[in-house]
């Protein structure tokens, strides 16, 4: 961890924040091993790999059902956390960057361990580093992106032939997905300049050549998920939005035929194919919840999937029809379980050690706001008197949402003391297109807007007490927290921001190529073609009206909210003379997958909030 090493003051680590029965129950929740649903090869599926920090740091394991033999397979020092494995399982394929910044390459080594002293090779010579734009591994076919500062390179590799370059442009693409004979790709692209609303192209692996276009114009994107897993089958399973929220399409490429899956459920939905072909698995997300369903193909049958009680993520089909899946929710720390075709349902595998201690449920608050109605989920502490403080934590992307899942993070703010208020603002998903696309032209201060209304909401039913309201948030969260005290200074006690944007013109020039596509689509052009934009979405632009205490947490090594510019707003800060401010950096990148790491950002946080309210 690196804390002071600027002239900016450093925030203190508290030793402790709680007697020793809380203490020890909010640092369990971090610690508890957990791991990822274990992914598996298609043609070996007893070779199955997952992520898990049961170390102390988030890595990469592999498990061998067949013989129940778990295998560490990664040991660096800031972490890995994306791997997979080719249909034979007989390698273990993961990405390799510099201490958290994301730029690299795939590298593999056998799945039964590599000899002392050895070294994980190179999956895919000659492909150059870069930030890591999909990866599609087939029995003979490799399909990687890889995107820089110049655009996105889609590489092709069959066999032990050199990688070739098939699809290349100066905006943001990636692999989208391989067909079963391993003859079409398809590639999501922005070449139309709008990131946000992907097109797509199916290409031919041999060369590169055309096959076919698909694209729904403007402000409507198309996002390939998946092929049919049949041999020359050419349906491909994309996301539509053409009655304005994410839906199913099922496009047959060879034959130039679609077909759109009409599901009678609110919100929106995301699929896979059964092995079967004929069947899609497929995730419900409505009001903050995700559930499994089935539906066929053939019949447009549709039927809810009995699962545990929970929020689910992750899942799969396994060749014989058991569906693995996790599910958690705000009470209860997540599991990973299997639901079997004659509907047993129990947990699958656990890490080693004692699960983490369990934590309140959320209630949902509906908030007539300026753009339509709110939703947000409320946590709140027990025992209590009065309004109590409340934490306003604000999520990250700005296309995700918060749901009711378990957070070790919201667990520790209700032990605390503090009502935990999680806004899903305009820009969040699972609310349709128009809720999600609002931002566009105005972000950060749209957000804000249904932030205020929420808040109001709390301060009128009492839930909350308005002296006592802090603002919080990691990236675009922690942008949030920045920009909210920056322009509602009367409604906040408090801002803590994590490794946020802080001076937006700084960002985009510092920022992965990625990123920089994102926010030409979002502002509507570049800093030069839209400066006043920028300028009225920059925390930066109103440090003056700043009026409460100020934590900023910043990873020296973030390549989405560079170093530079957090610099920039703290030197602003430090200009002022009059404002408490703090800050703690890290040595890492977006984040950080070292467990103490974490548990010294959350400390800070809630330490710096006490004192800040004090």
Known sequence: ?????????????????????????????????????????????????????????????????????????????????????????????????????????????????????DQPAPALPGVEDGYPAGLEIGRATVAAGTSTDDGTKIWVRRGDDPAQVVYQHAEDAGVGALSEDETLLAISHSEHGDSRHPAVRVVRVSDGGLVAEKSDGPGRG?????????????????????????????????????????????????????????????????????????YDLETGALSELPTAPGCVGSAEVRPDGTVEYTCSSAAEPSTVRALHPDGTDRVLVAPPGERAPGSVPVEDLWVDGPGGRVHALIARPTGVEGPPPAVFALHGGPHAADEDRFSAGRAAWVDAG???????????????????????????????????????????????????????????????????????PQRWAAALAGVPVADYLAAYEDEMEQLRAFDRALFGGSPAERPEVYREASPLTYVDRVRVPVLVLAGENDPRCPIRQVDNYLDALAARGDLRYEVSRFDAGHGSLVVEETLRHVATEIGFARRALA
Do not use: K
Not at 11 to 30: G, I, K, T
Not at 455 to 472: N, S
């Open 222 to 294: 198309l996002t390939p998920l998946v092929f049919a897993p049949v041999r020359g089958d050419g349906r491909l399973l994309l996301l539509h939005e053409r009655h304005g929220r994410e839906e199913l399409l099922v496009w047959d490429v060879l034959n130039d035929t679609e077909h759109e899956v009409a599901l009678d459920l609110p919100g929106e939905v995301v699929a896979d194919f059964h092995p079967d072909g004929r069947h899609l698995l497929v995730w419900h997300t409505a009001a903050a919840r995700t559930r499994l369903h089935g």
């Open 418 to 488: 503090f009502v935990v208020v999680e806004v899903n603002y305009r820009g969040s998903t699972g609310y349709g297109s128009a809720w999600r696309d609002a931002i566009e032209g105005r972000p950060g201060l749209t957000e804000l807007e249904d932030v205020a209304a929420v808040h109001e909401r709390c301060v009128a039913d009492g839930l909350v007490d308005p002296q006592r309201c802090v603002v919080e948030g990691w990236s675009w969260g922690g942008y949030l927290a920045l920009l909210a005290v920056g322009t509602q």
């Open 1 to 117: 961890m690196i804390v002071g090493v600027s002239a900016h003051p450093a925030a203190p680590v508290p030793d402790r924040l709680f007697d020793d029965e809380r203490e020890q129950r909010w640092r369990a929740r971090f610690t508890a091993p957990r791991m990822s649903r274990p992914g598996w090869a298609r043609d070996v599926p007893d070779r199955c790999v997952y992520t898990s920090n049961v170390s102390g740091t988030t890595e990469v394991y592999v498990w061998d059902r067949a013989t129940d033999q778990h295998r560490r397979v990664t040991d660096r020092r800031s972490g890995t956390h994306i791997a997979t494995l080719p249909p034979d399982g007989a390698f273990v394929w993961w990405f390799a960057d510099s201490d958290g910044d994301e730029f690299g390459h795939w590298v593999r080594e056998p799945f039964a361990g590599l000899p002392d002293r």
